[in-house]
């Protein structure tokens, strides 16, 4: 989880934005990938739940519908 202050990704999303470097490091072959969500997804998540009628389904997913690149 982040946002609200960004101070964890901070570094990395203001080189992404400057390009500077022209490509961010990786670690390893960069095949890696870290699941994060913003808190106010997180938060919007929460409210949806909160004020939908319950269904049968026990499970609820937060997924990102990104494209994969590469």
């Not at 470097?21 to 890696?32: I, T």
Request: glycine share 6%.
């Amino acid at each position: 989880m982040y946002g609200a202050g960004e101070s964890i990704f901070e570094n990395h999303f203001k080189k992404a934005w400057l390009q500077n470097p022209a490509s961010l490091p990786y670690l390893g072959v960069g095949k890696n990938s870290v699941p994060t969500i913003h808190v106010k997804d997180l938060a919007r998540m929460v409210k949806k739940v909160y004020e939908t009628k319950p269904a049968e389904k026990q499970y609820i997913f937060a997924v990102d519908n990104t494209k994969k690149t590469a």
